[in-house]
């Protein structure tokens, strides 16, 4: 016989499926939480859009370049070992691109208004601003003849279209020279060790034009005509040879960098999609829709990489510092390996990849990513109490709000690569 107090301090019939489902939607916000925090990173929301970064290691200083909704645009100078943003340099045209002179202790700024600026790596000032033929879309910055190469494009009629490349000191910021070379933008890279400066221009039929230039003066040295549309070209700087690939054809041609010579020519089995090399291996790594392959800089010989991410349809070669990293990314992560040393780590982030850059002395890499909805405020927990009152129950875990941003600014501890 059950007396009054018992009766009255009887649990229900429904009390332990109660019970399991306030515990399932406890773990389930536990991993929800979890998963934000994970790998060390730390994230500055942007409410413009990222184009382009850069990361001093001699100051901890990563530059990132926006580009605002009405033409403007900003670096901003975050700190790459607190995170912390530091300061907001305004632009009356977006950056496009970005090069170090870690010497010089200068960032080179190329924008869209046909400007480059100067700023100091340690304050952010603004040192200098220099106008410059047409409107720059690539740059790159040799610290050994302290020269900074801007390639430009007459904005028209394709037809009557052009390119040029301007040369500018990296200490002043002075324009030192201007060379008019082919029709239409297109790649550019440097040999340092050669002092070579070699870009690409597509030419008007199915051909495109390699030019070689000397990185001290700026002066035309060589001219090549090469078969297909070349979309992509890397630099081994150690051998001396410039690897290039083109979208139309799916081939590899191994040139020498000093005279723009064609010494090899590789067939591929899909259309590359780009090029990037080891620095401290040599080795060439070439993707493409199927996969990643390496050109072995021992053997010559082309093999095919295997193993985790090959398959994601996102996936991107980085050639970070002297290494290449295989990005993949997609469902609010990012998968970073690399593939000559093993290592590999999974961090959360949103948006697409938009760049990314290591501070060698720190192992601390910033991830540029694009729009997207991410987590605002609190748990909805009102929401989650209602779904669970309704007949049948919502058996939902609790979420956050989201709202819309244009970028985001990661901090990642990547010391498992």
Same mark, same amino acid.
């Given at each position: #016989?059950?007396?009054?107090?018992?009766?009255?301090?009887?649990?229900?019939?429904?009390?332990?499926?109660?019970?399991?489902?306030?515990?399932?939607?406890?773990?389930?916000?536990?991993?929800? =939480?979890?998963?934000?925090?994970?790998?060390?990173?730390?994230?500055? !929301?942007?409410?413009?859009?990222?184009?382009?970064? +850069?990361?001093?290691?001699?100051?901890? @200083? /990563?530059?990132?370049?926006?580009?605002?909704?009405?033409?403007?645009?900003?670096?901003?100078?975050?700190?790459?070992?607190?995170? %912390?943003?530091?300061?907001?340099?305004?632009?009356?045209?977006?950056?496009?691109? %970005?090069? #170090?002179?870690?010497?010089?202790?200068?960032? +080179?700024?190329?924008?869209?208004?046909?400007?480059?600026?100067?700023?100091?790596? $340690? $304050?952010?000032?603004?040192?200098?601003?220099?106008?410059?033929?047409?409107?720059?879309?690539?740059?790159?910055?040799?610290?050994?003849?302290? @020269?900074?190469?801007?390639?430009?494009?007459?904005?028209?009629?394709?037809?009557?279209?052009?390119?040029?490349?301007?040369?500018?000191?990296?200490?002043?910021?002075?324009?030192?020279?201007?060379?008019?070379?082919?029709?239409?933008?297109?790649?550019?890279?440097?040999?340092?060790?050669?002092?070579?400066?070699?870009? $690409?221009?597509?030419?008007?039929?199915?051909?495109?034009?390699?030019?070689?230039?000397? &990185?001290?003066?700026?002066?035309?040295?060589?001219?090549?005509?090469?078969?297909?549309?070349?979309?992509?070209? /890397?630099?081994?700087?150690?051998?001396?040879?410039?690897?290039?690939?083109?979208?139309?054809?799916? =081939?590899?041609?191994?040139?020498?960098?000093?005279?723009?010579?064609?010494?090899?020519?590789?067939?591929?089995?899909?259309?590359? !999609?780009?090029?990037?090399?080891? *620095?401290?291996?040599?080795?060439?790594?070439?993707?493409?829709?199927?996969?990643?392959?390496?050109?072995? /800089?021992?053997?010559?010989?082309?093999? *095919?990489?295997?193993?985790?991410?090959?398959?994601?349809?996102?996936?991107?070669?980085?050639?970070?510092?002297? =290494?290449?990293?295989?990005?993949?990314?997609?469902?609010?992560?990012?998968?970073? %390996?690399?593939?000559?040393?093993?290592?590999?780590?999974?961090?959360?982030?949103?948006?697409?990849?938009? /760049?990314?850059?290591?501070?060698?002395?720190?192992? *601390?890499?910033?991830?540029?990513?694009?729009?997207? #909805?991410?987590?605002?405020?609190?748990?909805?927990?009102?929401?989650?109490?209602?779904?669970?009152? &309704?007949?049948?129950?919502?058996? @939902?875990?609790?979420?956050?709000?989201? @709202?819309?941003?244009?970028?985001?600014?990661?901090?990642?501890?990547?010391?498992?690569?």
């Amino acid at each position: #016989m059950k007396t009054v107090v018992e009766q009255a301090f009887r649990a229900p019939r429904w009390a332990p499926a109660a019970g399991l489902v306030l515990l399932l939607a406890l773990f389930s916000y536990s991993l929800r =939480r979890a998963a934000d925090h994970s790998g060390g990173s730390q994230a500055i !929301m942007l409410a413009e859009s990222p184009t382009t970064l +850069v990361v001093d290691s001699h100051t901890g @200083r /990563a530059f990132v370049g926006t580009s605002g909704p009405y033409g403007g645009g900003h670096v901003l100078v975050v700190d790459t070992g607190t995170g %912390m943003l530091l300061r907001a340099v305004s632009l009356t045209s977006a950056p496009v691109a %970005m090069a #170090m002179d870690e010497r010089a202790g200068h960032v +080179v700024v190329a924008s869209g208004g046909a400007a480059v600026v100067l700023l100091d790596a $340690t $304050t952010g000032n603004v040192l200098r601003t220099t106008i410059v033929h047409h409107s720059p879309f690539a740059l790159a910055v040799d610290e050994q003849t302290r @020269r900074a190469f801007v390639l430009s494009e007459g904005v028209g009629d394709p037809q009557h279209s052009s390119m040029s490349v301007n040369v500018l000191d990296t200490r002043s910021g002075v324009l030192l020279h201007t060379l008019a070379v082919g029709r239409l933008p297109g790649q550019l890279a440097l040999d340092r060790p050669a002092g070579r400066v070699l870009l $690409t221009s597509p030419d008007a039929g199915t051909t495109s034009t390699l030019y070689v230039l000397d &990185a001290r003066s700026g002066t035309l040295l060589h001219t090549r005509r090469l078969k297909g549309y070349i979309t992509g070209m /890397a630099v081994d700087e150690r051998s001396g040879c410039a690897y290039l690939i083109s979208a139309d054809t799916p =081939r590899l041609r191994v040139l020498d960098a000093r005279s723009g010579a064609v010494l090899r020519a590789l067939p591929l089995d899909a259309r590359p !999609m780009a090029v990037a090399v080891d *620095r401290t291996t040599g080795h060439v790594f070439i993707q493409n829709a199927t996969g990643t392959r390496v050109l072995d /800089a021992r053997t010559g010989r082309l093999r *095919r990489l295997r193993g985790p991410g090959q398959a994601a349809p996102t996936r991107l070669l980085v050639a970070d510092g002297p =290494r290449v990293v295989v990005a993949s990314w997609g469902n609010g992560t990012l998968s970073l %390996m690399d593939r000559l040393r093993g290592g590999r780590c999974v961090v959360p982030v949103a948006g697409d990849l938009v /760049a990314l850059a290591t501070d060698q002395r720190t192992a *601390r890499m910033v991830v540029l990513t694009g729009a997207d #909805m991410v987590p605002a405020g609190d748990v909805a927990w009102a929401a989650w109490a209602r779904g669970l009152l &309704a007949w049948p129950p919502r058996l @939902r875990p609790p979420t956050r709000s989201r @709202r819309f941003v244009a970028g985001a600014v990661n901090i990642l501890d990547t010391s498992c690569l």
